[in-house]
C-alpha cells in the first residue's frame, strides 16, 4: 500500500487530495496545526481512515521527525498562509510558512535515509506571474476556404491578441505571497538539481470549490448570496409583492425593503471587480497534483482552465443562479478591499499538462459559479431549518 503525507490538509485542497488519495487505496497521515478553534471541519467525514498527527511547517525539527517516522512515498506540501491581502499585513509570517515551511521539507527529504524513493509535490502559484503575461496574434479575417486575406500587421483591429501565461513566461510576483511561494518554486528546482530530489511544482491558477475558504472573492460572493436569499425567506410579509431584485437604494451600506424603518440587510463588500482570474474548481486541479507526482521524471507544470473572467463575471453568473440580474444595488465598492499591489490578468495554457499528463478539467466557470451558490443556499436553509425545529429537550409541554 502506498503512503502519503499532506501539509495543509485542513485546507479547501488538502481535503480533495486526502479523499483522491484515500479512494486510490493509500495510507494517508496528514499535519494539523494545533489552535483554539476547530480546523477539522473539511476532513470530518473521512477523519477515521486518516492519521492525524501535530505539528507546523515552520518548525524544522518537527517537520524532520514526522518524515522520519513516516518515511511516506508521496509528499504534498499545501501548507501556506495562502491569502494574498494577509500577507501585505503579516510578510514575514507568510514568509516563514510559504517560504521556510517549503524549505524545512526539502531539508527533512535531502537528509532522509530513504530520500531516493520519496516523491514531492509543492503547490506554486499563478500568483508567481503577477504582472507578467505573453502574447499571441491571430488574424480575425480569413476566407471562406480558410486562407488569410489580410496580413497586414498595422492593422490591429484585424487581430486578437491573446495574454497569457505557460511554463515559459517569466515571473514578476506582486505580493509577500508570490514572492515567498517563488523562493520555495526555486528551492525545488535547486534540490532537484542538486540531490536529485524527485520534486515538482504545479503552478496552480485559481482553483475554488464549495469548501473555499471563505475571506477569497468567489466564497466571500456566494456565502453572502446564501444568507441574503435565507434573509429574504425569512421575511416573507416584506417581501410579498417585491421580486428579489427590486431594493431601495436608501444608503451605500444596507439594503432596504420599507425605508429605513424596516428590516436591512448589509450590502456585500468588495475591492476590485475588474480583476481577471482562471478559475477551476479544486476537485479537478488535485488529480493534477496527483498525476505530476507519478511520472518518472520531476517537472514544473502549468494547471488551469485557459479561460479568464473578472469579479464582475463571476458576480453576473452567481447572482442569476438566483434570479437577481441587476446586482448593482446590492453590492458596495470598498477601498478596504483593494491590494497595495493588484494581480490584474490570469490565464493560464495548460497544454503541458494536458498532453504530458493527460489532464482535463471536468468543471467549467459557469458550473463551478452554480454548484458554490447552491451550496451556499442550501447551507443557509439547513441552518434555517434546524433553528425553526424546536429540540425535544425545549418544546412546551402540553
Ligand atoms: P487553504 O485552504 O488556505 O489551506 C492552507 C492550509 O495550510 C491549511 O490546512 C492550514 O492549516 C495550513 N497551514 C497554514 N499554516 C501552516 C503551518 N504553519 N503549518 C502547517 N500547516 C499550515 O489553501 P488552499 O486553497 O487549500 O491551497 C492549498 C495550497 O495551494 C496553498 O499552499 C496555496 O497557497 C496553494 N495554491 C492555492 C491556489 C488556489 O487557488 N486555491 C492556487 C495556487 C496555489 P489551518 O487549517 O490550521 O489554518
Ligand atoms: O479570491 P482572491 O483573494 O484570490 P487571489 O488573490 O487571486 O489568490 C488566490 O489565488 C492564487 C492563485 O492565483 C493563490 F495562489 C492564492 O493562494 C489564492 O488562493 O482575489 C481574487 C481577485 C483579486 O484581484 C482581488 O483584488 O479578487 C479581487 N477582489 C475584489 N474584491 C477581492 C475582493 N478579493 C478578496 N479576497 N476579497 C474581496 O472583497
Request: with cysteine; hydrophobic share 35%.
Amino acid at each position: 500500500m502506498k503512503t502519503a503525507f499532506i501539509t495543509g490538509i485542513t485546507g479547501q485542497d488538502g481535503s480533495y487530495l486526502a479523499e483522491l488519495l484515500l479512494s486510490k487505496g493509500y495510507e494517508v497521515t496528514g499535519v494539523t496545526r494545533r489552535v483554539s478553534t476547530n480546523t477539522l471541519l473539511r476532513i470530518e467525514h473521512i477523519l477515521p481512515k486518516l492519521k492525524i498527527v501535530e505539528g507546523d511547517v515552520t518548525d524544522g525539527f518537527n517537520v524532520s521527525k514526522i518524515i522520519d517516522d513516516e518515511e511516506p512515498d508521496e509528499i504534498y506540501n499545501l501548507a501556506a498562509q495562502s491569502h494574498v491581502s494577509t500577507s501585505f499585513k503579516q510578510p514575514s509570517l507568510t514568509w516563514d510558512v510559504t517560504a521556510g515551511g517549503a524549505l524545512n521539507i526539502l531539508e527533512a527529504i535531502r537528509y532522509s535515509q530513504v530520500k531516493k524513493q520519496m516523491k514531492f509535490y509543492q503547490a506554486s502559484s499563478s500568483e508567481m506571474f503577477g504582472k507578467n503575461f505573453q502574447t499571441s496574434k491571430r488574424c480575425l479575417v480569413i476566407s471562406v476556404d480558410g486562407e488569410v486575406i489580410v496580413n497586414d500587421p498595422v492593422a490591429e483591429n484585424l487581430y486578437e491578441i491573446k495574454k497569457y501565461q505557460d511554463e515559459k513566461t517569466e515571473f514578476m510576483p506582486q505580493s509577500p505571497y508570490a514572492i515567498a511561494k517563488l523562493a520555495a518554486h526555486h528551492l525545488v528546482r535547486n534540490y532537484r538539481d542538486s540531490y536529485g530530489i524527485h520534486g515538482s511544482c504545479g503552478i496552480l491558477f485559481n482553483h475554488e470549490s464549495e469548501r473555499r475558504g471563505e475571506h477569497f472573492v468567489t466564497r466571500k460572493i456566494t456565502k453572502w448570496i446564501g444568507e441574503f436569499v435565507r434573509w429574504h425567506q425569512e421575511n416573507p410579509t416584506v417581501f410579498e409583492n417585491c421580486q428579489l431584485q427590486e431594493y431601495e437604494n436608501l444608503d451605500t451600506d444596507y439594503i432596504y425593503t420599507q425605508g429605513k424603518s424596516g428590516p436591512k440587510f448589509p450590502k456585500l463588500r468588495l475591492g476590485n471587480l475588474d480583476a481577471k482570474r482562471d478559475w477551476g474548481h479544486a476537485e479537478d486541479y488535485v488529480n493534477a497534483m496527483w498525476l505530476m507526482v507519478q511520472q518518472d521524471i520531476p517537472d514544473d507544470y502549468v494547471v488551469a482552465t485557459g479561460e479568464t473572467h473578472s469579479v464582475r463575471d463571476f458576480l453576473d453568473v452567481a447572482f442569476a443562479r438566483v434570479g437577481i440580474d441587476d446586482w448593482s444595488n446590492l453590492v458596495v465598492i470598498d477601498p478596504e478591499f483593494y491590494r497595495p499591489a493588484e494581480v490584474d490578468y490570469l490565464l493560464g495554457v495548460p497544454d503541458k499538462a494536458k498532453k504530458e499528463l493527460g489532464w482535463e478539467i471536468k468543471v467549467d466557470f459557469t458550473d463551478l459559479a452554480n454548484r458554490m451558490v447552491d451550496s451556499d443556499v442550501e447551507t443557509q436553509k439547513l441552518q434555517r431549518s434546524s433553528l425553526q425545529t424546536v429540540p425535544n429537550c425545549c418544546a412546551k409541554k402540553g
